[in-house]
Nanobody, 116 residues
Framework: QVQLVESGGGLVQPGGSLRLSCAAS????????MGWYRQAPGKQRDLVAQ???????NYADSVKGRFTISRDDAKNTLYLQMNNLKPEDTAVYYC??????????WGQGTQVTVSS
């Protein structure tokens, strides 16, 4: 079993920055693909950014050049640096651990609100 706990959400003005964190209860980054997803009210949950066990990253087109996914293996922590935030980035952001064979895990989510 793996617990994922997100933090770092909040209210920020357009153009501002936030850094989200996702702490894993044990070391899994060497075998799991880690991702950030978001879900706005009334919409489906979508992939924002992903980092594979080998460190390869990919991003949704809407966040390319503004968001950066990274991880600290020693701290078992995943990050999402979000710059130049826009109102359309408002959503609940979730951390997910994905494996082709083992169980997948989700965090509880953290709210990000971009508003003036």
């Amino acid at each position: 079993q793996v617990q994922l706990v997100e933090s770092g959400g909040g209210l920020v003005q357009p153009g501002g920055s936030l850094r989200l964190s996702c702490a894993a209860s044990r070391s899994i980054f060497s075998i799991y693909t880690m991702g950030w997803y978001r879900q706005a009210p009334g919409k489906q949950r979508d992939l924002v950014a992903q980092i594979t066990s080998s460190g390869r990253t990919n991003y949704a087109d809407s966040v390319k050049g503004r968001f950066t996914i990274s991880r600290d293996d020693a701290k078992n922590t995943l990050y999402l640096q979000m710059n130049n935030l826009k109102p359309e980035d408002t959503a609940v952001y979730y951390c997910k651990a994905t494996h082709t064979i083992l169980n997948d895990y989700w965090g509880q989510g953290t709210q990000v609100t971009v508003s003036s």
